[in-house]
């Protein structure tokens, strides 16, 4: 049976994340290091939304393909390349996406926003939301592999209990 997955920033052809993922030498050891993670976890017959930021150059997107998965791709604000490109790699591209209760967002959304849904978003990286609806899939925050959707919509309901 197929599970679904979130995730954020992986920032692939990022040429500067070893300055901001200290424990990475360079861009390529970080790229390698996340889809040797990812294939741990996720099959191939899995969904994952990647909220935002996945890939920012054309040398770098074909990565994306060695990660295992059905791919959604929630755009983020560096993800500037032409939507066709992410199009080889993801099932599609959204803004935003509904799905069971929550907002799947790169940038978190306003609190007014959220209608009694919860909202799980990247963009903040380490930083997080001191609000219980809020959760934080950034590379970092998820051990830089993706997360299981129903732990962390558990997690949520739990929160808001």
Known sequence: ?????VVSDLHFGHKNIHKFREEFKDEEEH???II???NKVVTKRDKVFVLGDACFTMEALPSIGKLNGRKVLIAGNHDNLNTQAYLKYFESVKA???YKKCW???VPI??????????IHGHVHKDSIDDPRYYNVCLENVAYSPEYFSYVKKLLELKNE
Not at 1 to 5: F, Q
């Open 110 to 119: 306003h609190p007014a926003e959220l209608r009694g849904l919860y909202n």
């Open 36 to 38: 040797n993670l990812w």
């Open 104 to 106: 799947l967002t790169h």
């Open 31 to 33: 790229r390698e290091t």
């Open 96 to 98: 935003i996406v509904r």
């Open 1 to 5: 049976m197929s599970k679904v997955y």
